[in-house]
Structure formats: C-alpha cells, structure tokens
C-alpha cells in the first residue's frame, strides 16, 4: 500500500517563540451583577490579532480577546447568567464543559448561536459542583477548529466550605498550538485528521516554557485543553499529591504521586510541596502512546514549564477532603 508520508516540512521549519518569561495569571472575568448569589458578564467570541512569533501578526479567535479566554469563578449555590456575543464568521455556542446543568443551557450543537447572533446563558450551580471545570464552543462541524485557533477557557466553582482554602492557588491551562513558517495559525494535514491535531508548541495560560516560581505549598489547577495531546506529565520525579479531578475534589488525597496522565479535556488538582523538593526542575509530559497510525515521529519528551522549588512554609493536607457517598449496590 502507499506509504504515510513522514512529518510534513512545515512542522520542522515552524518559528520559534519566546520563552522563559514568569508564569502569568489568566485574566478573571468582572462580575458586573451587585446581586448577591449571581454571577454576571458577557463574553464576545471574536477573531483577534496577537504577535506570538516576534514580528508576526497571527490572528486567533479569542473570547474577549484573550488567550486563554477569562476565568470564571463562581460558587456553589451561585446563578450565572452570560450574555454570548458571536462576532466569529462561523455559527458558535458556548458549552460548560463538565458543569452539571441542563442541555438547553450548556450549548450543545442543536443550540448555534449565528455569526452576529447573542445568546444569554442561565444556569444555576449546584450545592457539591465545587471543581475545576472549562468552556469552550461545541457547534456542529466546527468545534475543533473553534478551540484550536483558542477558543478555550477556565470555570472554577467554588466550594462553602473548602479543606485547602489556606494553600495558595496557582492555575495552569495547557493548550496546544501549530504554527505555519509565517505564524500563522496551520490548518490539519492528513496526520492530524488520521491521528488527531498537536502542535509544535505546548503552552501554559497561553505561554511557550514560562517559568514558575514556587514558594512552599501551592495548589495546582490542570486543565489539559487540548485537541489530541495526551499529557503525560510529572514533575521530574518530585513528588506531588493528587486532591481532585474533573469531578472535583477526592475523598482522600493520594499522595506521593510521580506522574499524572491527563486526556484532552481532562482536569487535576495536585498539591506541590517544596519542603525537602528544593531546585530548578521541568514540569514536563513524557512520551506516552496513543496508538497513532501511519508513520509518525518517535514520542519525545516535552518541556512545558521551568519549575522552580523554593523552600517555604509547607502546609499539611487534611487526611479527609470531603464525604463521597456510596453509588450504592449496581443492579
């Protein structure tokens, strides 16, 4: 039969971007509502020009022009009501990616909301949703390439009563992203719709190998927003403890977790401790084996991020997270 061709060229020759600038905070969107128990805002899907290659203007489609979008942060019990603009040329919605709401509010492919259009979406979050959570757009045809040109964006529900609420928080939402020579956002070749998209750069809150500074006990909120990567990740054989996943937090935590391995969409809250885990390391994926056809390059090590382990004050985690009850005996 006919052979796959290696990797494309242009993946090889693709421009470099700059590294090594402090890790930034994703943008929190305002709460315009005074109202006590509601969260209010709007949120424009909308193409945008940024310079990600020095000198090069490449347009994304960004959700009030920012990559990634803004963060919503909301807490149990809160309404939310956000008025969506769609100033894309395509139809959008905005869907509540995990989020435990109705179908008609969670923008599912039957709901497009057309290019002009605005829809306002109105849900109410639930006593136990506290979790880490996204938004992203899900119209029929074209929801990958909505997400791969950046359309992707945090939700963090927050809980009444939150066992880690004195360890500070640190967000990192990883995206991938393939570029074209001139910095311009590529189309999918024949690879990535036989094997899925992944690009040449791996970025955090929208940056290529940012560096993260470290102090004591931080937790860690992991989004995996991309189309295809799976992230195999670790923090160069330091220790890490496992609290939460999509569903929010675990009963227990796990602790002396080396690697973690997170599917596009998924989601992980870890507790880093410098305390004895002191020194320059990387927050890095290794190779792992999705079972991709065809001639494809050998899986390599990625280096998402410099990490930074400074002695601080540690704070404990509590033996208990929350109650889980039983799903009861299966029939």
């Not at 490449?58 to 008025?83: C, F, Q, R």
């Not at 004195?166 to 956002?185: A, V």
């Amino acid at each position: 039969g006919m052979m796959m061709p290696m990797m494309g060229v242009e993946e090889t020759k693709a421009p470099l971007l700059p590294h090594g600038a402090v890790l930034q905070d994703i943008f929190k969107l305002p709460n315009q509502s005074k109202q006590q128990n509601l969260f209010k805002a709007e949120i424009t899907a909308a193409p945008t020009e940024t310079e990600l290659v020095p000198g090069k203007k490449t347009i994304v489609w960004a959700y009030n022009n920012s990559l990634p979008g803004p963060l919503i942060e909301a807490n149990e019990g809160d309404t939310v009501e956000i008025k969506f603009i769609n100033q894309l040329p395509q139809p959008s919605t905005i869907h509540w990616h995990g989020l435990p709401i109705p179908p008609e509010q969670d923008g599912n492919p039957m709901d497009p909301v057309l290019p002009s259009g605005t829809h306002t979406y109105r849900f109410t979050l639930p006593e136990g949703s506290a979790g880490t959570y996204w938004y992203h757009p899900h119209p029929h045809k074209y929801t990958a390439e909505q997400v791969y040109k950046g359309l992707a964006a945090p939700f963090i529900v927050r809980a009444k009563n939150d066992p880690l609420k004195d360890i500070p928080e640190r967000n990192l939402m990883i995206s991938d992203l393939k570029l074209t020579t001139d910095g311009d956002i590529a189309d999918n070749n024949a690879n990535d719709w036989m094997n899925g998209r992944e690009g040449q750069f791996v970025l955090v809150n929208g940056q290529f190998q940012p560096v993260i500074n470290v102090k004591g006990t931080e937790r860690w909120r992991i989004w995996n927003a991309s189309s295809a990567r799976y992230l195999n990740l670790s923090l160069a054989g330091r220790k890490f403890t496992l609290v939460g996943t999509d569903g929010g937090l675990l009963e227990k935590p796990v602790r002396d977790v080396q690697k973690i391995l997170l599917s596009p969409a998924e989601r992980v809250e870890i507790i880093v401790d410098t305390l004895g885990q002191e020194g320059a390391i990387n927050l890095q994926a290794e190779p792992y084996n999705r079972g991709k056809m065809g001639h494809v390059a050998a899986e390599q090590n990625i280096n998402i991020a410099s990490v930074n382990l400074i002695t601080g004050q540690s704070i404990a985690v509590p033996e208990t997270l929350r109650k889980i009850d039983d799903l009861g005996e299966s029939k």
